[in-house]
């Protein structure tokens, strides 16, 4: 089975910067088309960011275009999230998802992906 396991949240202040990491489990994260998505209480789960298997191709919230970037370390099997200039609509908890398939576009749909994290928390203080 395949495991995504995030780290980088937490406690910031408005206008601080954040990186949060997504590690996956087994051999062929390369192949893997990869998101973040995040869901603030009370609000539903959205796109933040993506980036197709091969790298190639990128996808960014309107709200967070300029400020946020996603990235990717095949030999790490790593995906991270780069957040600058955070700010308190921010607040929310993150979740790393999976895309099993060399798709030529970014999956932008919750119900493309096919393996999620648990979700790390970022809040973001004014």
């Known amino acids: 089975q395949v495991q995504l396991v995030e780290s980088g949240g937490g406690l910031v202040q408005a206008g601080d910067s954040l990186r949060l990491s997504c590690t996956v489990s087994?051999?062929?994260?390369?192949?893997?088309?990869m998101g973040w998505f995040r869901q603030a209480p009370g609000k539903a789960r959205e796109i933040v960011a993506g980036?197709?298997?091969?790298?190639?191709?990128?996808y960014y919230a309107h709200s967070v275009k300029g400020r946020f970037t996603i990235s990717r370390d095949n030999a790490k099997n790593t995906v991270y999230l780069q957040m600058n200039s955070l700010k308190p609509e921010d607040t929310a908890v993150y979740y790393c998802?999976?895309?099993?398939?060399?798709?030529?576009?970014?999956?932008?749909?919750?119900?493309?992906?096919?393996?999620w994290g648990q979700g790390t928390q970022v809040t973001v203080s004014s």
């Open positions: 998802a999976a895309k099993d398939r060399r798709l030529n576009r970014v999956p932008l749909t919750i119900d493309e992906y096919d393996y």
């Open positions: 980036i197709s298997w091969n790298g190639g191709i990128t």
């Open positions: 087994g051999r062929t994260f390369s192949t893997y088309g």
